[in-house]
């Protein structure tokens, strides 16, 4: 098993647990638990292989992620009563999984070749799109769009490092986990300290 691999389940175990809290706040039963798992975990990575016309999807080639994120759904079912505060589980198991994937898709496209801003698009869409969907289904207001917080930017900016990285002739698997750094950091910054970006604020016409 590859480094980019070990990414992927890292990506998939983490995800499929933040997809079952969303799950256990909506109140679903152990099948829907399962979907919003599987949804999360795989989501971002399927169209990142879509879009980098690689065949076989990653979770179609190697089902072991499926079970592997409905594992963590039945985990999270039958214990996430025990949690004081689901919420605060949920946004730092998130900003790993972003984390992780960011760095996963980041891989992904280079192992290909592709340009530098197809590499920094794949890894963007890699972290951000699982979340993304998880948070639609569930009529949660999406946590990539939440306001006063970085989320898009921290997978932005992890990519582009790793990048840079891989062009200043950086081992890879070291470009990628400064991409993962990079992003975590970001993310928990926003998170602990309030770190953002300026909000658009509206002002009255000029006559």
């Known amino acids: 098993m590859n480094g980019l ?3 992927d ?3 998939v175990l983490v995800f499929a647990l ?6 256990s706040r909506a109140q679903l039963d152990l099948v829907g638990f399962a ?12 169209v990142r292989d879509v879009l980098l016309n690689r065949h076989p999807v990653f979770w179609i080639g190697q089902p072991d992620y499926i079970l592997i994120a409905v594992a963590a759904a039945v985990l999270v079912f039958f214990t996430a009563h025990l949690v004081e505060s689901r919420y605060n589980w949920l946004i730092w198991l998130d900003s790993f999984a972003l984390s992780i994937a960011v760095a996963a898709g980041t891989g992904a496209a280079l192992s ?17 799109l699982g979340g993304l969907m998880r948070d ?13 917080e970085l989320y898009v930017s921290c997978a932005f900016a992890g990519a582009v490092t790793a990048v840079i990285a891989h062009r200043l002739g950086v081992d890879e698997l ?12 970001l993310r928990a910054g926003s998170l602990l300290f309030g770190w953002r970006l300026p909000a658009y604020k509206s002002r009255p016409p000029r006559h």
């Open 112 to 128: 290909l070749g592709q340009s530098g801003t197809i590499v920094v698009l794949m890894g963007v869409c890699t972290g951000c």
């Open 5 to 7: 691999a070990l990414l």
């Open 35 to 46: 979907f919003i798992a599987c949804l999360t975990a795989v989501g971002g990575g399927t």
């Open 174 to 185: 070291v470009a990628l986990a400064t991409c993962a750094l990079i992003c975590w950091a």
């Open 136 to 148: 639609v289904v569930c009529n949660e207001v999406p946590l990539v769009l939440k306001q006063g």
């Open 9 to 11: 389940y890292a990506s």
């Open 18 to 23: 933040t997809g079952a809290l969303v799950a």
